[in-house]
């Protein structure tokens, strides 16, 4: 009795609690999935799918268009590595370069920020390793950028590898390359929180016309000797 009447004169009853736990948990639930950075998660996102898809798409039109006036399957083959070790170089340094020019920027605009806040020296040393941990990784963005790059080369490598006849050959890639193409969209619109079907015509359109253009001018330069 004394332990109801407690409650009662305090406002609680001990039914509530049953109801309040999950409706915090839900109302946390959902704070924290509007707290997500999504412009922060679209910037990895963004570097991971360009060079994923420029892999694929780089590597699948040197391999179609020299197939276009080759049917050998190792020279097919060879182009297409030559491609991915070409790329991915290209990618990661291109990446470092341009993320440590941003780290660069960065560095200075912090120093000129801390020396016009030089009177007030209270939180500085949180402040410094606060600002540390947001600025960028050039040697993580170039492996990450490479690796992406060399993830979708291998793709119409591995497609082309065991199919001896020409024909079949080119139909597989194409098929393969299509494939993962919708993959590639589909993803990023995910985690991005975009439409997917629109992602998804976007990149696969793109990509072919990327190979056709490409089987085109190299069948017109091969047959016509340009």
Same mark, same amino acid.
């Given at each position: 009795m004394a332990s109801n009447l407690e409650a009662k004169t305090n406002g609680i009853s001990p @039914? @509530?609690?049953d109801i309040e736990i999950p409706i915090h948990a839900n109302k946390e639930s959902v704070e924290n999935e509007s707290n997500i950075n999504y412009f922060q998660r679209a910037q990895w996102l963004r570097a991971a799918m360009l060079g994923a898809n420029d892999g694929l798409i780089t590597v699948a039109s040197m391999m179609i268009g020299i197939g276009a006036i080759k049917e050998d399957i190792s020279?097919? /083959?060879l182009t297409g590595f030559a491609g991915l070790v070409a790329g991915a170089c290209s990618m990661g340094i291109g990446e470092f *370069?341009? *993320?440590y020019t941003q780290? =660069? /920027?960065e560095i200075a605009q912090m120093k000129r920020e801390r020396e016009a806040n030089n009177n007030s020296n209270n939180g500085v *040393? =949180?402040?410094e390793s606060t600002e540390s941990e947001k600025l960028p990784n050039p040697f993580q963005a170039a492996l990450a950028s490479a690796l992406a790059f060399s993830v979708g080369a291998v793709m119409p490598l591995l497609a082309a590898s065991f199919i001896e006849n020409h024909k079949m050959r080119m139909g597989v890639v194409g098929a393969v390359v299509s494939m993962a193409l919708? *993959?590639?969209g589909? /993803?990023?619109a995910l985690v991005?929180?975009?439409p997917v079907m629109r992602s998804c015509v976007r990149v696969l359109i793109g990509g072919w016309m990327a190979m056709a253009i490409t089987f085109g001018f190299t069948k017109l330069i091969g047959t016509t000797g340009l």
């Amino acid at each position: 009795m004394a332990s109801n009447l407690e409650a009662k004169t305090n406002g609680i009853s001990p @039914n @509530n609690f049953d109801i309040e736990i999950p409706i915090h948990a839900n109302k946390e639930s959902v704070e924290n999935e509007s707290n997500i950075n999504y412009f922060q998660r679209a910037q990895w996102l963004r570097a991971a799918m360009l060079g994923a898809n420029d892999g694929l798409i780089t590597v699948a039109s040197m391999m179609i268009g020299i197939g276009a006036i080759k049917e050998d399957i190792s020279v097919m /083959i060879l182009t297409g590595f030559a491609g991915l070790v070409a790329g991915a170089c290209s990618m990661g340094i291109g990446e470092f *370069v341009s *993320v440590y020019t941003q780290y =660069d /920027i960065e560095i200075a605009q912090m120093k000129r920020e801390r020396e016009a806040n030089n009177n007030s020296n209270n939180g500085v *040393v =949180d402040e410094e390793s606060t600002e540390s941990e947001k600025l960028p990784n050039p040697f993580q963005a170039a492996l990450a950028s490479a690796l992406a790059f060399s993830v979708g080369a291998v793709m119409p490598l591995l497609a082309a590898s065991f199919i001896e006849n020409h024909k079949m050959r080119m139909g597989v890639v194409g098929a393969v390359v299509s494939m993962a193409l919708l *993959v590639f969209g589909g /993803i990023g619109a995910l985690v991005g929180k975009t439409p997917v079907m629109r992602s998804c015509v976007r990149v696969l359109i793109g990509g072919w016309m990327a190979m056709a253009i490409t089987f085109g001018f190299t069948k017109l330069i091969g047959t016509t000797g340009l």
